[in-house]
């Protein structure tokens, strides 16, 4: 096709390709850190989801700070992929973070706690349509 350019690194064509090798590693590495965990500390209180979510929130923030105009094949493979699939807590509280550095604090309030109610809600609603868990621990 004259004039577009499918050069890897620039075609928006390419960018879930870049996301989709970005997630393999970040879904492996959630869960062999959640097994990981799970083994060093038991599983009577979900410490590898914490470790998960505050480590992503830190790798989220500082790809927000030095990608930020950089290539979009980067911010794809890197904060889309890899970190997204390692947790979407991060995304959640970065998105968080840019509304109170917006001075959005009504908005930041509703979403965060809103966020949090809808989606207990929506696992309880969920469980309730499903039957209920699987296995109790």
């Known amino acids: ?28 590495s959630r869960h062999y850190l959640l097994t990981w965990c799970s083994r060093r500390w038991g599983d009577t209180f979900p410490w590898g989801t914490v470790v998960v979510n505050l480590s992503g929130s830190v790798l989220l923030g500082s790809c927000a700070a030095a990608l930020g105009s950089g290539p979009p ?4 493979l890197v904060a889309m992929g890899f ?13 968080m973070s840019l509304l109170y550095h917006r001075k959005h604090y009504g908005r930041l309030l509703v ?17 309730a ?3 209920g868990l699987v296995s109790h621990r």
């Open 111 to 127: 979403y965060g706690l809103g966020s949090s109610l809808a989606g207990f809600l929506g696992v309880e609603l969920g469980l």
């Open 73 to 76: 094949w980067v911010a794809a």
């Open 1 to 28: 096709m004259a004039g577009h350019s499918f050069h890897p690194l620039t075609s928006p064509v390419w960018l879930p390709l870049w996301i989709a090798l970005g997630a393999i590693p970040g879904a492996l």
């Open 83 to 95: 970190i997204s699939s390692y947790t979407t807590f991060s995304t959640y509280v970065l998105e």
């Open 129 to 131: 349509l499903g039957g």
